[in-house]
Protein backbone atom coordinates (compact mmCIF):
# COMPACT_ATOMS: atom_id res chain seq x y z
CA UNK A 1 0.00 0.00 0.00
CA UNK A 2 1.50 3.67 -0.31
CA UNK A 3 0.37 4.81 2.96
CA UNK A 4 0.28 3.16 6.61
CA UNK A 5 -3.50 1.82 7.70
CA UNK A 6 -5.69 4.42 9.85
CA UNK A 7 -5.18 1.46 12.54
CA UNK A 8 -3.70 -2.28 12.94
CA UNK A 9 -7.18 -3.71 14.31
CA UNK A 10 -8.49 -4.50 10.51
CA UNK A 11 -5.10 -4.04 8.34
CA UNK A 12 -5.28 -7.59 7.35
CA UNK A 13 -8.46 -7.20 5.65
CA UNK A 14 -9.16 -5.87 2.50
CA UNK A 15 -12.14 -4.24 0.96
CA UNK A 16 -13.88 -3.34 -2.46
CA UNK A 17 -16.52 -0.27 -1.81
CA UNK A 18 -18.59 0.30 -4.40
CA UNK A 19 -20.76 2.65 -2.68
CA UNK A 20 -22.04 5.78 -3.30
CA UNK A 21 -23.95 8.93 -1.69
CA UNK A 22 -24.14 7.91 1.95
CA UNK A 23 -24.89 4.92 3.45
CA UNK A 24 -22.83 2.68 2.02
CA UNK A 25 -19.71 4.77 2.55
CA UNK A 26 -20.50 5.31 6.28
CA UNK A 27 -20.28 1.76 6.41
CA UNK A 28 -16.77 1.55 4.61
CA UNK A 29 -15.64 4.43 6.08
CA UNK A 30 -15.83 2.75 10.11
CA UNK A 31 -13.66 -0.49 7.95
CA UNK A 32 -11.13 2.45 6.42
CA UNK A 33 -11.05 4.31 9.64
CA UNK A 34 -9.88 0.90 11.53
CA UNK A 35 -7.26 0.33 8.70
CA UNK A 36 -9.01 -2.18 6.16
CA UNK A 37 -6.72 -1.60 2.67
CA UNK A 38 -10.08 -0.03 1.60
CA UNK A 39 -10.12 0.39 -2.47
CA UNK A 40 -13.18 2.47 -3.44
CA UNK A 41 -13.85 1.57 -6.90
CA UNK A 42 -15.73 4.53 -8.96
CA UNK A 43 -17.67 4.37 -12.46
CA UNK A 44 -15.44 5.74 -15.16
CA UNK A 45 -18.82 8.38 -15.90
CA UNK A 46 -17.95 9.85 -12.52
CA UNK A 47 -14.49 10.92 -13.07
CA UNK A 48 -16.20 13.47 -16.02
CA UNK A 49 -19.02 14.49 -14.18
CA UNK A 50 -19.51 17.33 -12.06
CA UNK A 51 -22.87 16.94 -10.34
CA UNK A 52 -22.11 13.62 -8.66
CA UNK A 53 -23.84 11.81 -6.10
CA UNK A 54 -23.33 12.69 -2.68
CA UNK A 55 -21.55 16.30 -3.64
CA UNK A 56 -18.05 18.15 -5.02
CA UNK A 57 -15.25 15.75 -4.38
CA UNK A 58 -13.79 17.87 -2.64
CA UNK A 59 -16.76 19.44 -0.52
CA UNK A 60 -16.64 18.57 3.38
CA UNK A 61 -19.47 15.73 2.39
CA UNK A 62 -17.71 13.58 -0.06
CA UNK A 63 -14.04 14.39 2.12
CA UNK A 64 -15.88 13.12 5.52
CA UNK A 65 -16.80 9.86 4.36
CA UNK A 66 -13.95 8.72 2.21
CA UNK A 67 -10.64 9.24 4.01
CA UNK A 68 -8.66 6.37 4.63
CA UNK A 69 -9.27 4.89 0.98
CA UNK A 70 -7.82 4.69 -2.47
CA UNK A 71 -9.59 4.80 -5.23
CA UNK A 72 -9.73 2.97 -8.63
CA UNK A 73 -11.78 3.87 -11.82
CA UNK A 74 -13.57 0.61 -13.40
CA UNK A 75 -16.25 0.30 -16.48
CA UNK A 76 -18.01 -2.46 -15.07
CA UNK A 77 -20.56 -2.83 -18.32
CA UNK A 78 -17.16 -3.40 -20.12
CA UNK A 79 -16.20 -7.25 -20.54
CA UNK A 80 -12.58 -5.97 -19.59
CA UNK A 81 -13.80 -4.02 -16.86
CA UNK A 82 -16.08 -6.70 -15.31
CA UNK A 83 -12.99 -9.59 -15.91
CA UNK A 84 -11.07 -7.33 -13.79
CA UNK A 85 -12.87 -6.41 -11.16
CA UNK A 86 -13.61 -10.08 -10.58
CA UNK A 87 -10.10 -11.10 -10.31
CA UNK A 88 -9.91 -7.88 -7.54
CA UNK A 89 -13.03 -9.72 -5.72
CA UNK A 90 -11.25 -13.19 -6.05
CA UNK A 91 -8.89 -11.98 -3.77
CA UNK A 92 -10.75 -9.42 -1.73
CA UNK A 93 -12.31 -10.40 1.93
CA UNK A 94 -15.11 -7.90 1.74
CA UNK A 95 -17.62 -6.28 -0.76
CA UNK A 96 -20.15 -3.60 -0.13
CA UNK A 97 -22.80 -2.14 -2.20
CA UNK A 98 -25.70 0.07 -2.20
CA UNK A 99 -27.14 -0.85 -5.56
CA UNK A 100 -31.01 -1.05 -6.31
CA UNK A 101 -31.27 -5.03 -6.00
CA UNK A 102 -31.89 -5.97 -9.41
CA UNK A 103 -28.73 -3.34 -10.55
CA UNK A 104 -25.97 -5.72 -9.18
CA UNK A 105 -27.44 -8.64 -10.47
CA UNK A 106 -27.56 -7.26 -14.03
CA UNK A 107 -24.07 -6.19 -13.79
CA UNK A 108 -23.21 -9.80 -12.41
CA UNK A 109 -21.38 -8.93 -9.81
CA UNK A 110 -24.43 -10.49 -6.87
CA UNK A 111 -23.31 -11.89 -4.29
CA UNK A 112 -24.04 -15.39 -5.51
CA UNK A 113 -22.12 -15.10 -8.87
CA UNK A 114 -18.57 -14.06 -6.60
CA UNK A 115 -19.25 -16.30 -4.06
CA UNK A 116 -18.78 -18.95 -6.91
CA UNK A 117 -15.29 -17.12 -7.04
CA UNK A 118 -14.83 -16.12 -3.67
CA UNK A 119 -16.50 -18.54 -0.81
CA UNK A 120 -14.87 -16.65 2.20
CA UNK A 121 -15.72 -13.24 0.79
CA UNK A 122 -18.28 -11.26 2.94
CA UNK A 123 -20.74 -9.38 0.80
CA UNK A 124 -22.83 -6.07 2.46
CA UNK A 125 -25.74 -5.09 0.81
CA UNK A 126 -27.51 -1.54 1.97
CA UNK A 127 -30.96 -0.72 0.20
CA UNK A 128 -33.96 1.53 0.51
CA UNK A 129 -36.08 -1.50 1.22
CA UNK A 130 -34.52 -4.26 1.60
CA UNK A 131 -33.23 -7.23 -1.02
CA UNK A 132 -37.21 -8.67 -2.02
CA UNK A 133 -40.50 -7.87 -1.33
CA UNK A 134 -43.17 -5.59 -2.63
CA UNK A 135 -41.04 -2.39 -2.63
CA UNK A 136 -37.43 -4.20 -2.88
CA UNK A 137 -36.98 -2.35 -6.18
CA UNK A 138 -38.00 1.62 -5.40
CA UNK A 139 -34.56 4.00 -4.80
CA UNK A 140 -34.22 4.59 -1.31
CA UNK A 141 -33.73 8.48 0.33
CA UNK A 142 -33.18 9.31 3.96
CA UNK A 143 -36.03 11.20 4.38
CA UNK A 144 -38.64 8.08 3.21
CA UNK A 145 -37.33 6.13 5.48
CA UNK A 146 -37.90 8.78 8.18
CA UNK A 147 -40.92 8.90 7.40
CA UNK A 148 -41.86 4.88 6.57
CA UNK A 149 -40.11 4.35 9.64
CA UNK A 150 -42.10 6.24 11.88
CA UNK A 151 -39.72 8.82 13.22
CA UNK A 152 -41.09 12.07 11.64
CA UNK A 153 -44.57 11.04 13.18
CA UNK A 154 -42.64 11.39 16.65
CA UNK A 155 -40.64 14.40 15.91
CA UNK A 156 -41.20 18.34 16.43
CA UNK A 157 -44.30 20.02 18.59
CA UNK A 158 -47.10 18.43 18.53
CA UNK A 159 -50.01 19.15 16.14
CA UNK A 160 -47.40 20.88 13.66
CA UNK A 161 -47.40 18.18 11.89
CA UNK A 162 -44.15 15.25 10.52
CA UNK A 163 -41.14 16.64 10.71
CA UNK A 164 -37.86 15.63 9.86
CA UNK A 165 -34.69 15.13 12.17
CA UNK A 166 -32.13 17.19 11.32
CA UNK A 167 -29.44 14.42 9.85
CA UNK A 168 -29.70 11.98 7.72
CA UNK A 169 -30.28 9.29 10.56
CA UNK A 170 -31.38 6.26 8.22
CA UNK A 171 -28.35 6.62 6.03
CA UNK A 172 -26.46 6.42 8.43
CA UNK A 173 -27.33 3.89 11.02
CA UNK A 174 -28.05 1.61 8.11
CA UNK A 175 -24.30 1.99 7.11
CA UNK A 176 -23.25 1.58 10.48
CA UNK A 177 -25.04 -1.73 11.20
CA UNK A 178 -23.41 -2.99 7.78
CA UNK A 179 -20.20 -2.28 8.77
CA UNK A 180 -21.18 -4.16 12.22
CA UNK A 181 -22.43 -7.25 10.10
CA UNK A 182 -19.71 -7.04 7.68
CA UNK A 183 -17.48 -7.60 10.95
CA UNK A 184 -19.70 -10.17 12.76
CA UNK A 185 -19.60 -11.94 9.25
CA UNK A 186 -16.04 -11.77 9.62
CA UNK A 187 -15.48 -13.23 13.02
CA UNK A 188 -17.90 -15.90 11.91
CA UNK A 189 -15.78 -16.57 9.07
CA UNK A 190 -13.09 -17.48 11.88
CA UNK A 191 -14.29 -20.75 12.37
CA UNK A 192 -16.51 -21.90 9.30
CA UNK A 193 -14.31 -20.53 6.76
CA UNK A 194 -16.82 -19.24 4.71
CA UNK A 195 -18.29 -15.78 4.06
CA UNK A 196 -21.96 -14.83 3.83
CA UNK A 197 -24.46 -11.74 2.66
CA UNK A 198 -24.73 -9.34 4.99
CA UNK A 199 -28.29 -7.07 4.38
CA UNK A 200 -30.06 -4.48 5.91
CA UNK A 201 -32.05 -1.76 4.83
CA UNK A 202 -32.85 1.93 5.41
CA UNK A 203 -36.02 1.32 6.22
CA UNK A 204 -34.73 -1.48 8.77
CA UNK A 205 -32.23 0.75 10.26
CA UNK A 206 -35.04 3.17 11.21
CA UNK A 207 -37.17 0.83 12.64
CA UNK A 208 -34.84 -0.64 14.84
CA UNK A 209 -33.75 2.83 15.83
CA UNK A 210 -37.25 3.47 16.85
CA UNK A 211 -36.28 1.22 19.83
CA UNK A 212 -38.28 1.81 23.20
CA UNK A 213 -41.10 3.82 21.01
CA UNK A 214 -41.16 0.60 18.79
CA UNK A 215 -41.59 -1.26 21.72
CA UNK A 216 -44.46 0.71 23.59
CA UNK A 217 -46.71 -0.34 20.22
CA UNK A 218 -45.52 -3.86 19.93
CA UNK A 219 -46.26 -5.38 23.51
CA UNK A 220 -48.55 -1.82 25.08
CA UNK A 221 -50.21 -1.16 21.17
CA UNK A 222 -49.41 2.29 22.47
CA UNK A 223 -48.64 4.56 19.42
CA UNK A 224 -46.37 7.44 20.36
CA UNK A 225 -47.38 11.02 19.25
CA UNK A 226 -44.89 14.15 19.08
CA UNK A 227 -43.88 15.76 21.98
CA UNK A 228 -41.88 18.24 21.27
CA UNK A 229 -38.34 18.60 23.60
CA UNK A 230 -40.36 16.61 26.58
CA UNK A 231 -38.90 13.39 27.24
CA UNK A 232 -42.02 10.58 26.50
CA UNK A 233 -41.65 9.00 30.14
CA UNK A 234 -39.36 10.93 32.15
CA UNK A 235 -40.65 14.19 33.41
CA UNK A 236 -39.78 16.88 33.73
CA UNK A 237 -37.00 16.71 31.02
CA UNK A 238 -37.01 19.46 28.09
CA UNK A 239 -35.33 22.72 27.05
CA UNK A 240 -35.53 26.01 29.44
CA UNK A 241 -35.27 29.22 28.82
CA UNK A 242 -32.15 30.98 30.78
CA UNK A 243 -31.45 34.84 31.01
CA UNK A 244 -29.16 34.21 28.16
CA UNK A 245 -30.01 30.98 26.24
CA UNK A 246 -31.51 27.95 26.64
CA UNK A 247 -30.45 24.43 28.48
CA UNK A 248 -31.70 21.18 29.10
CA UNK A 249 -32.42 19.17 32.10
CA UNK A 250 -33.18 15.62 32.49
CA UNK A 251 -34.56 13.64 35.39
CA UNK A 252 -35.12 10.21 35.61
CA UNK A 253 -36.79 8.59 38.89
CA UNK A 254 -38.07 10.24 42.34
CA UNK A 255 -34.31 10.57 43.64
CA UNK A 256 -32.85 13.16 40.73
CA UNK A 257 -36.20 14.72 40.75
CA UNK A 258 -36.11 15.88 43.94
CA UNK A 259 -32.30 16.99 43.49
CA UNK A 260 -33.56 19.02 40.93
CA UNK A 261 -36.22 20.80 42.83
CA UNK A 262 -33.86 21.48 45.72
CA UNK A 263 -31.19 22.31 42.94
CA UNK A 264 -34.11 24.63 41.30
CA UNK A 265 -34.86 26.57 44.68
CA UNK A 266 -38.48 24.76 44.67
CA UNK A 267 -38.62 22.35 47.82
CA UNK A 268 -41.94 22.38 48.17
CA UNK A 269 -42.67 20.73 44.74
CA UNK A 270 -41.32 17.67 46.24
CA UNK A 271 -44.55 17.39 48.31
CA UNK A 272 -47.28 19.41 46.08
CA UNK A 273 -49.44 16.76 45.53
CA UNK A 274 -49.24 17.53 41.48
CA UNK A 275 -45.87 16.80 41.22
CA UNK A 276 -44.90 14.42 43.82
CA UNK A 277 -45.35 10.73 42.00
CA UNK A 278 -44.59 10.52 38.73
CA UNK A 279 -47.84 9.77 37.69
CA UNK A 280 -48.36 13.56 38.51
CA UNK A 281 -45.53 14.72 36.95
CA UNK A 282 -46.95 13.25 33.26
CA UNK A 283 -50.23 14.46 34.23
CA UNK A 284 -49.59 18.00 35.13
CA UNK A 285 -45.93 18.18 32.45
CA UNK A 286 -46.77 21.76 30.93
CA UNK A 287 -47.74 23.41 34.72
CA UNK A 288 -44.42 21.84 35.73
CA UNK A 289 -42.36 22.91 32.92
CA UNK A 290 -43.86 26.43 33.19
CA UNK A 291 -43.21 26.84 37.37
CA UNK A 292 -39.25 25.35 36.51
CA UNK A 293 -39.28 27.92 33.68
CA UNK A 294 -40.10 30.47 35.95
CA UNK A 295 -37.22 29.82 37.98
CA UNK A 296 -34.42 29.15 35.36
CA UNK A 297 -34.83 32.71 33.21
CA UNK A 298 -33.35 34.25 36.43
CA UNK A 299 -30.14 32.69 35.82
CA UNK A 300 -27.24 32.64 33.06
CA UNK A 301 -27.06 29.07 31.50
CA UNK A 302 -23.42 28.79 32.84
CA UNK A 303 -24.90 29.10 36.26
CA UNK A 304 -27.70 26.48 35.96
CA UNK A 305 -25.37 23.91 34.34
CA UNK A 306 -22.64 24.25 37.06
CA UNK A 307 -25.62 24.60 39.94
CA UNK A 308 -27.48 21.35 38.81
CA UNK A 309 -24.79 19.35 37.18
CA UNK A 310 -23.09 20.14 41.04
CA UNK A 311 -26.27 18.15 42.37
CA UNK A 312 -26.66 15.37 40.83
CA UNK A 313 -28.72 16.37 37.89
CA UNK A 314 -27.91 15.85 34.35
CA UNK A 315 -28.26 19.63 32.75
CA UNK A 316 -26.50 20.84 29.99
CA UNK A 317 -26.14 23.65 27.25
CA UNK A 318 -27.66 23.94 23.66
CA UNK A 319 -25.46 24.39 21.44
CA UNK A 320 -24.35 25.19 17.93
CA UNK A 321 -22.46 23.38 16.13
CA UNK A 322 -19.62 25.83 15.91
CA UNK A 323 -20.27 25.75 20.00
CA UNK A 324 -19.94 22.23 20.11
CA UNK A 325 -16.60 21.87 18.74
CA UNK A 326 -15.24 24.87 20.46
CA UNK A 327 -16.27 22.68 24.10
CA UNK A 328 -13.73 21.73 26.35
CA UNK A 329 -14.72 18.54 26.42
CA UNK A 330 -14.86 18.05 23.02
CA UNK A 331 -11.84 19.47 22.29
CA UNK A 332 -10.20 17.03 25.24
CA UNK A 333 -12.06 13.90 22.85
CA UNK A 334 -10.64 14.91 20.01
CA UNK A 335 -13.35 15.00 17.98
CA UNK A 336 -11.63 17.08 15.17
CA UNK A 337 -9.00 15.40 13.89
CA UNK A 338 -6.20 17.05 11.44
CA UNK A 339 -6.19 15.16 7.92
CA UNK A 340 -2.01 15.10 6.18
CA UNK A 341 -2.44 16.77 3.31
CA UNK A 342 1.25 16.69 2.54
CA UNK A 343 0.72 19.99 0.53
CA UNK A 344 -0.12 22.26 3.47
CA UNK A 345 -3.91 22.63 3.03
CA UNK A 346 -4.83 21.79 6.18
CA UNK A 347 -8.56 21.29 7.21
CA UNK A 348 -10.04 18.54 10.16
CA UNK A 349 -13.04 16.10 9.86
CA UNK A 350 -14.95 14.46 12.63
CA UNK A 351 -12.93 11.78 14.73
CA UNK A 352 -14.14 8.21 15.31
CA UNK A 353 -16.31 8.16 18.60
CA UNK A 354 -14.66 4.97 19.59
CA UNK A 355 -11.16 4.68 21.09
CA UNK A 356 -9.04 1.25 21.27
CA UNK A 357 -6.37 1.29 23.77
CA UNK A 358 -3.79 -0.63 21.79
CA UNK A 359 -5.12 0.00 17.89
CA UNK A 360 -6.29 3.28 17.63
CA UNK A 361 -7.83 4.93 14.94
CA UNK A 362 -6.44 7.84 12.75
CA UNK A 363 -7.32 9.72 9.63
CA UNK A 364 -3.97 8.26 7.86
CA UNK A 365 -4.29 9.79 4.49
CA UNK A 366 -6.80 12.61 2.59
CA UNK A 367 -9.55 11.52 0.32
CA UNK A 368 -8.40 9.92 -2.87
CA UNK A 369 -8.59 11.58 -6.10
CA UNK A 370 -10.78 10.07 -8.89
CA UNK A 371 -8.54 6.60 -10.06
CA UNK A 372 -5.78 7.74 -8.36
CA UNK A 373 -4.16 4.70 -7.64
CA UNK A 374 -5.81 2.54 -10.17
CA UNK A 375 -2.35 1.54 -11.64
CA UNK A 376 -0.81 1.00 -7.82
CA UNK A 377 -3.90 -1.45 -7.06
CA UNK A 378 -3.99 -3.36 -9.77
CA UNK A 379 -0.37 -3.98 -9.75
CA UNK A 380 -0.84 -5.17 -6.06
CA UNK A 381 -3.27 -7.92 -7.54
CA UNK A 382 -1.07 -9.12 -10.13
CA UNK A 383 -1.96 -7.22 -12.86
CA UNK A 384 1.18 -6.88 -15.53
CA UNK A 385 2.20 -3.92 -17.19
CA UNK A 386 0.97 -5.45 -20.09
CA UNK A 387 -2.26 -5.85 -18.72
CA UNK A 388 -2.87 -2.68 -17.56
CA UNK A 389 -1.92 -0.97 -20.70
CA UNK A 390 -4.60 -3.10 -22.74
CA UNK A 391 -7.20 -1.85 -19.52
CA UNK A 392 -6.29 1.45 -20.26
CA UNK A 393 -6.88 0.92 -24.18
CA UNK A 394 -10.11 -0.88 -24.20
CA UNK A 395 -11.67 1.66 -21.99
CA UNK A 396 -12.08 -0.17 -19.15
CA UNK A 397 -10.19 1.42 -16.24
Same mark, same amino acid.
Not at 9 to 34: H, I, M, N
Not at 137 to 142: E, H, S, T
Not at 355 to 366: D, F, G, K
Given at each position: ????? &? ?180 ? =? ?34 ? &? ?101 ? $? ?14 ? $????? =??? &? ?22 ? $? =? ?21
Amino acid at each position: MSFPP &ASAALSRFTVLDLTRVRSGPTAVRQLADWGANVIKIEALAEGTSGDQPGGPRHGSDFQNLHRNKRAIALDLKRPEGLAAFLRLAAKADVVVENFRPDVKTKLGIDYDSLRRINPRLVYGSISGFGQDGPYHKRPGFDQIAQGMGGLMSITGAPSQGPMRVGIPVADLTAGLFCAMGILTALL =EREISGEGQWVQTSLLQAQIFMLDFQAARWLMEKEV &AKQAGNNHPTSIPTGVFKTSDGFINIATTGGKIWERCAEALGGPEWITDPAYATALARSKNRDALNSVIEAHTITRTTTEWVEKLNGAGVPCGPIYSIDQTFA $DPQVKHLQMAQQVPTG $DGCEF =ELV &AQPVTLSRTPSRIAVRPPEFSEHT $D =EVLREFGFSVDEITALKRSGAV
